[in-house]
């Protein structure tokens, strides 16, 4: 093996000394072993052509033994050298130069902002969103060539299309050569490292192994379903890397764990759905729920939705956060009666409450409950807003609005389900409650307190996952304190009473019967 670097794209010159940088003898094709791995790491220095966005290519030549790959050798023959050539340059988009800034003047992101000069200020604003994106280049610190064991006869028209651009076939034979495949999928994009004029070194760690044909096969299919996914908007850029971090940096044995579990998640959380569903539709009593929950958590979603679409967010993502917007406002017509008024100019909703909401003490136990409750909410939402005023960076004051309700949504949010624990407190009952979705969503903070362990995390947001946990916790405390009341429906619309009676005055003619028949 030849390993030449090259600012040309095309290569011939072969007796260049100062161009070879690797040279490896006595390499086994298609045996596996530890002498089929070499490797080699060196220190580049970069030519002044390079720095200023130039290119540079890597030829990579294999012969046989005692063969030379050089054309002009009298020991060159064409059926036993070959090459390909790879881009040791890459070049990508320039990140977008963040635009939040401070909106308060007083604060030293401001002071620094005051210090740019005046054309770079015009150019930065001149540069829009739908403008040509600056490409700047990025050195590849890692190369490693896989020579792919392959030795299957394809036909002419019979080359799979996803192998068919690395096959390299020889005109005269019909026959190829071994497959030459530059591995670039665990070559993260941080990784690479950025060119310029103050870079005059770069580190180069160079690799040749083999690779079977289904691994080989695997890392294309997988590339291309990432490309797949980033073209319809369901991936980000930069989410594969995170997955594919997970995989170099992880334990093995903690991914399994993490993947059973996230697949227990989803079974919880699509079970957790259903009865939550199941509930509302079947209910047919607001007696000992709070109606006002129902609606500051239709609210709370909606704020998380605008937030989303505020920042980019995947399709599937902000498609998921608005079909949960809409069952919250689905929710809202259960819980309360929505009318449409079409006395003014402009029609305009009206929620008014249920009877069986408003004839009993849960309305008057809930408006207690969510008055000082919204008291606490208001005074956390002031002070969290302010302090991110002063010391955070946003695009707008619409942005500051929606990260400030946000926020204010995942931090306190817990505390709307306050009003809950309150009605259950006066009624002296929690019979009234869906206990087997409430059950579904107990178990998910369970895993959810689980990832909080395992995945990095802030610690407000290590924290937060442990609200969900206290609130169920005392609701478990009120199940086992308070009595069942059995005149109290159920989530189904049954009482237990009912049943009893059903079941007693079935039973009585079936007695008389059997009197009958022992007289």
Not at 24 to 43: C, F, H, M
Not at 66 to 87: C, I, K, M, V, W
Not at 125 to 145: A, F, M, Q, R
Not at 388 to 401: F, P, T, V
Request: charged share 20%; aromatic share 16%.
């Amino acid at each position: 093996m030849w390993f030449y670097l090259s600012e040309q794209q095309n290569f011939s010159d072969f007796g260049n000394e100062g161009a070879l940088i690797w040279h490896e003898t006595n390499i086994p094709y298609a045996v596996w072993g530890p002498e089929s791995t070499r490797s080699l790491s060196l220190k580049y220095h970069l030519s002044e052509a390079v720095k200023n966005n130039g290119s540079l290519y890597a030829h990579v030549y294999f012969a046989r033994s005692g063969y030379s790959p050089d054309p002009n050798d009298p020991e060159y023959q064409p059926l036993a050298a070959f090459g390909r050539t790879y881009s040791i340059v890459t070049y990508l988009p320039k990140s977008k130069a963040d635009k939040k800034k401070s909106l308060l003047r007083n604060s030293e992101d401001s002071k620094e902002d005051v210090t740019i000069p005046e054309a770079v200020q015009e150019a930065q604003h001149d540069l829009k969103e739908d403008g040509p994106p600056e490409w700047i280049s990025y050195w590849k610190p890692n190369v490693t060539i896989n020579l792919v064991d392959d030795f299957t006869r394809y036909t002419a028209n019979a080359i799979p299309p996803i192998v068919a651009p690395y096959i390299n076939i020889e005109s005269t034979t019909g026959n190829y050569y071994p497959t030459v495949f530059f591995n670039e999928f665990w070559l993260l994009r941080d990784k690479l490292i950025a060119i310029n004029d103050t870079v005059t070194e770069v580190p180069l760690h160079l690799e040749v192994s083999p690779i079977s044909m289904t691994k080989w096969q695997l890392f294309l299919q997988m590339d291309q379903s990432f490309q797949v996914h980033r073209s319809y908007g369901s991936m980000l850029d930069g989410e594969s890397d995170e997955l594919k971090r997970v995989f170099l940096e992880g334990n093995p044995y903690l991914l399994g764990v993490t993947m059973i579990v996230s697949v227990m998640h989803s079974l919880f959380d699509f079970l957790a759905f259903k009865n939550d569903i199941q509930f509302w539709n079947k209910n047919k009593s607001m007696e000992g729920l709070s109606a006002k929950s129902v609606i500051v958590n239709f609210f709370c979603q909606f704020i998380v939705f605008l937030y989303l679409l505020d920042n980019d967010t995947s399709w599937m993502i902000l498609a998921s956060s608005g079909v949960g917007c809409c069952i919250e406002f689905w929710k809202i017509g259960k819980a309360m009666h929505i009318e449409i008024d079409r006395s003014g100019r402009i029609p305009m909703l009206r929620f008014r409450d249920r009877e069986s909401y408003a004839g009993n003490k849960t309305k008057e136990y809930d408006d207690l409950a969510m008055k000082y409750l919204s008291y606490v909410l208001f005074f956390l939402a002031v002070c969290f807003a302010i302090y991110s005023l002063m010391y955070d960076r946003h695009k707008s004051w619409y942005s500051w609005i929606l990260s400030s309700l946000t926020s204010c949504v995942y931090m306190f949010g817990f505390i709307m389900m306050c009003p809950q624990l309150f009605i259950n407190y006066k009624l002296k009952s929690v019979a009234h409650l869906p206990w087997r979705q409430m059950t579904y969503k107990f178990l998910n903070t369970i895993i959810d307190d689980l990832f909080a362990f395992v995945i990095k995390m802030p610690m407000l947001h290590r924290l937060s996952v442990f609200r969900d946990d206290l609130i169920f916790l005392i609701m478990l405390y009120q199940r086992w304190v308070y009595p069942v009341d059995k005149k109290r429906v159920n989530e189904f619309g049954f009482a237990a009473e009912d049943v009893d009676q059903a079941a007693s005055s079935s039973d009585t003619p079936a007695l008389k019967e059997d009197e009958k028949k022992t007289n």
